[in-house]
Every structure is written in structure tokens, then in C-alpha cells.
């Protein structure tokens, strides 16, 4: 009961006319790069952060967190209507999604995404309330052996888990680990590898990288490969489902949040590993399997419940652990540390109304985004007819304005623009952005936490298997890289193995 009470506090956090503003912008702005192919949230969430420096740090974070889950919403309209996935955690729903719109069903399947989604996140708020306070209790017995470990997990997990290739990842993370190195060493407060530029006395800013990367580098990308919309849009009549519509989805529904939830809380599984995962275990649970794929309901309702459900449990290692499990999420603690609040076991007890008001405020994002897409779907849609030259043009002006406001320096803007290059090239050669700024975020976490383990067991790296919570977590890592070794050993064979190729075969079979 006490969880609830201070909830009922979170509700009084959020409706003050500010807060109130901001997850609306924050949920909108979600829903329509949701639906606009070619961004996503990682690239609008990076182009925001300047935003967070003038405003009250629950504002900011509720702002963030409403693009991130609202763009589950968007990224379903265009799946369904026109096979184009908006996001990519919504990819698995074209497939049974656009199949009800050529029926002339494109209508409810949004209708019950809409439904399931909301389901799912409220159910995944009510346990973001209930498990993080306990996980955050237990995380206060973490010392700096326990911290190196799990940010090295999480680091392995989402170079394993959330990437195409590993190596590559791998690459890509020592990358973000190497420029996280610059700056003040932190146990002796020394510049280091600056080359006696004062501008890298302090180290680089998370803000110009992000911007760089994710904004600058999907902009150079989208424009190349010329991004359209299509020409034509499915037909939307009725939205709201039929009651057997409901009766087929409700198991869908109960079972994604179910799935959805545990999946959000592992580094590397997000949105689209729940999404696979639901879709799988529907077409495995379902009577007639060779419906899937032909316009099946629950291939809708499943994946976009767990999608949503995951963007709502990611919060909880990122608030009460300090380890972001996405880049979206490595993003919003960078916005956090940026207002000099460092997520970990004590923000529950030094800052309850952040904690307990950007929970509150999901609740109040998920019913404005069942408002939002229910009605307004139509207008929406109509965004699709923006060329994706007109949006990169506005969003590479933001990107400079946007930077140089942060410090007023041109090192900066040089620093984004450089980033943005390297993005470019990243996307080109098949390598993935994220590893890199999630390395670069936890990096000094990790650095701080080890070298703080070697003090205090001068020099003796026994100090991270003798400890029980520590031991158990490089236990974990060990599996994780036996688990991957195996998996490209099988792959060289011609089998399948690794987790991700797994979860997308039985989606296949």
C-alpha cells in the first residue's frame, strides 16, 4: 500500500500545468516520428537533449520517456497501412497487419494494437512500481566490484543481443570505451589523451556525439537511400474492434505484457526482441498456425502489447541500477546526468518526486496516446506525405542551433558534425551506432567502479568471482559469450544458433 500512496504522490508530481505539457509534446512528438520511416526515437530523442537544459529535470525525463514508448504507437499505423514499419520494433506487425488492411480490416488491427498497447503498458507501470523500490533495496548492498560487473554485462548483452553482428558491436563498443577515456581521469583527476586542446580538458559531450550519431548520421543516411512514402494508404474505416476481434486477442494481449515485461528489463531486448518473441509464441500457441502471416489478429495484438509493455520495464535497471538497456535509454541517462541526478539504488529515496512522477506520468502518457491514435489516426497518416528531404533539412538546422546553445562553443558543432560523418559511415559499412554511445555512457561508470575494485583488493581481480552478487553476475557474462561462441560456430556449419536468429526463425517457421 505504500507504493500505491507514493504512486498517488507521482499523479500530483504530474499534473502541474508544465508537466502536463511536456508529456503531451513528449507523446505527440513520439507518435509522429513513430510514424515518419527513416527517424525513430533514437535519433529524436538525441536531437531533444538541448531542450532538457532549460527545464525542470521531471519535465525533461517525462518528456523523453513519452517519445520513446509513444513511438511504439506510431510505428504500428504505418505497418499496418502500408507495410513500412515506422519503428523497428513494430516490423513484426506488418506482416499479419497489412494482410487485415488489404481485407479492408486495416481499421481494427489499429483499433486493437491501440487497445493491447495501453493494456500492456499499464500493466508494465504497476510493475515498474512494485519491482523497481525491491530491486533498488537489493542493489543498495552493490559495491564497486558488483557495479563493474554489471555494466560489463550489459555492455556484452546489447553487442550480443540487440546487434546484427557481433564483432562489429564489439568494435563499435571499444570505440565508445576509448572516447569515454578522454577527459579528467577520474580517480586522480588528471587530463588525459587531450592533446593539449583545452576543449578536450573536460572530455567530450554526450550531447554533440548523440546529436552527431543518431541525428546528423541517420539524416546523411535516410537522404541517400531516398526514403518516400508510399503512394497509396490503406483504406481506414471502423476502428474500434469487433467482440470477436477481442475474444481472439485477449490471450494475444495478457500473453504479450507477460512476455514483454521480462524482455524490457534485459540489456539488448527492447522492443524487438519482445515483439519476435510474442509473435513466435503466438504462431506456436495458435490452433491453425497457417493463419499467421494472412491476417491474423493476435499477430497484431501480441507483438504491439509486448512492445509497448518492454519500453515501460526498461525503466527499471535504468532508474534504480544506473544501466540503460538501449540506447534510447543510455540517451535519457545522459539527459539525467546532464541535471546532475545519477540513477542508482538511492534515487527512490533522494529523488521521489522524479522516480514516482515519471512513473505517474506514463500511466497519463498511455491513456493520451489511447485518446491520440483511436480518433486521429487519419491525420497521422497524412505525415507520410512529408518528403524526407523537408525533414532532414529542419532536423540538420535543429542539430546546429541545438548544440551550440548547450556551451555557445564551436568546438562542439565540429565535434557533432564529425560524429555525424562517422554515423554516416557506420550505417554504410554495417556497423550500428548504439554499442557506441552506450559504451561511451557507461564507460565511466565501468572505469570508476574497477579501478575503485583494484584499490581495494590491490590488484587482485579474484575480488570479482569471491564475491557472491559479482560472481554470480560474471557467471552470467561467461554464458552469454559461450552462448555466442556456440552460436557462430553453428552459423560456420550452416545451423542456427544465437539467441536473436532463434527468436526470428520461429517467427519464420
Known amino acids: 500500500m505504500d507504493n500505491l500512496s507514493l504512486l498517488m504522490d507521482g499523479f500530483g508530481v504530474v499534473f502541474t500545468p508544465e508537466n502536463m505539457l511536456f508529456v503531451f509534446l513528449g507523446v505527440t512528438i ?54 513500412i514499419p515506422g519503428e523497428a520494433a513494430s516490423a513484426i506487425t506488418a506482416l499479419d497487419g497489412y494482410e487485415m488492411t488489404k481485407q479492408g480490416r486495416g481499421g481494427p488491427a489499429l483499433g486493437i494494437a491501440a487497445i493491447g498497447s495501453f493494456i500492456g503498458g499499464t500493466v508494465a507501470i504497476l ?41 562489429k558491436s564489439i568494435i563499435a563498443a571499444l570505440f565508445g570505451l576509448l572516447l569515454a577515456s578522454i577527459g579528467p581521469d577520474p580517480i586522480r583527476g588528471t587530463s588525459r589523451f587531450n592533446f593539449d586542446m583545452p576543449e578536450l580538458f573536460s572530455g567530450i559531450d554526450l550531447v554533440a556525439i548523440a ?66 518473441a510474442s ?54 541517462l545522459g539527459a539525467l546526468m546532464m541535471q546532475d541526478i545519477t540513477p542508482g539504488p538511492g ?48 532536423a540538420l538546422l535543429v542539430t546546429l542551433v541545438g548544440v551550440y546553445t548547450i556551451s555557445y562553443t564551436e568546438f562542439d558543432m565540429w565535434v557533432m558534425l564529425g560524429a555525424g560523418l562517422v554515423g554516416y559511415l557506420m550505417r554504410k559499412t554495417g556497423f550500428e551506432p548504439a554499442p557506441l554511445v552506450l559504451a561511451f555512457v557507461l564507460g565511466s561508470v565501468l572505469e570508476v567502479a574497477f579501478r575503485q575494485s583494484m584499490l581495494l583488493s590491490n590488484g587482485d581481480l579474484s575480488i570479482f568471482v569471491s564475491r557472491p552478487i559479482s560472481g554470480s553476475i560474471v557467471a552470467v557474462v561467461a554464458l552469454v559469450v559461450a552462448f555466442s561462441v556456440v552460436g557462430a560456430i ?10 536473436v536468429e532463434m527468436t526470428k526463425q520461429l517467427a519464420e517457421d
Open 30 to 83: 513520439g507518435t509522429v516520428i513513430g510514424v515518419l520511416p527513416g527517424l525513430g526515437p533514437t535519433a529524436t530523442i538525441a536531437l531533444l537533449l538541448p531542450i532538457t537544459y532549460g527545464i525542470s529535470p521531471e519535465a525533461a525525463i517525462m518528456m523523453l520517456a513519452g517519445v520513446y514508448y509513444g513511438s511504439m504507437y506510431g510505428g504500428t499505423i504505418t505497418s499496418v497501412l502500408l507495410r
Open 127 to 167: 510493475g515498474l512500481a512494485f519491482v523497481a523500490p525491491l530491486l533498488a533495496t537489493w542493489a543498495v548492498r552493490f559495491g564497486p566490484p558488483e557495479y563493474a560487473a554489471l555494466t560489463i554485462l550489459g555492455l556484452v548483452l546489447v553487442t550480443y543481443l540487440g546487434t546484427k553482428s557481433t564483432v
Open 211 to 276: 546529436m552527431g550519431l543518431f541525428g546528423i548520421g541517420e539524416i546523411m543516411y535516410n537522404l541517400e537511400q531516398k526514403i518516400k512514402g508510399a503512394g497509396t494508404i490503406g483504406k481506414i474505416d471502423r476502428i474500434l474492434p469487433t467482440k470477436d476481434d477481442w475474444n481472439q486477442s485477449r490471450g494475444a494481449i495478457a500473453r504479450g505484457t507477460l512476455l514483454g515485461f521480462p524482455i524490457g528489463m534485459l540489456p539488448g531486448g527492447g522492443g524487438v526482441m519482445s515483439s519476435l
Open 279 to 332: 509473435y513466435a509464441a503466438e504462431k506456436k500457441l495458435a490452433k491453425d498456425p497457417s493463419r499467421f502471416g494472412k491476417g491474423a489478429i493476435e499477430g497484431v495484438a501480441g507483438p504491439e502489447t509486448a512492445n509497448n509493455a518492454s519500453s515501460i520495464s526498461a525503466f527499471i535497471p535504468l532508474l534504480t541500477l544506473g544501466l540503460p538497456s538501449n540506447a534510447v535509454l543510455a540517451l535519457i
Open 347 to 394: 534515487l527512490i529515496e533522494e529523488q521521489p518526486e522524479l522516480f514516482w512522477g515519471v512513473i505517474a506520468s506514463m500511466f497519463v502518457g498511455n491513456l493520451i496516446l489511447l485518446v491520440l491514435n483511436l480518433p486521429f489516426v487519419g491525420i497521422f497518416v497524412q505525415l507520410l506525405r512529408v518528403r524526407i528531404g523537408i525533414i532532414g533539412g529542419v
Open 490 to 499: 553453428r552459423r560456420r556449419r550452416g545451423g542456427k544458433g544465437g539467441l
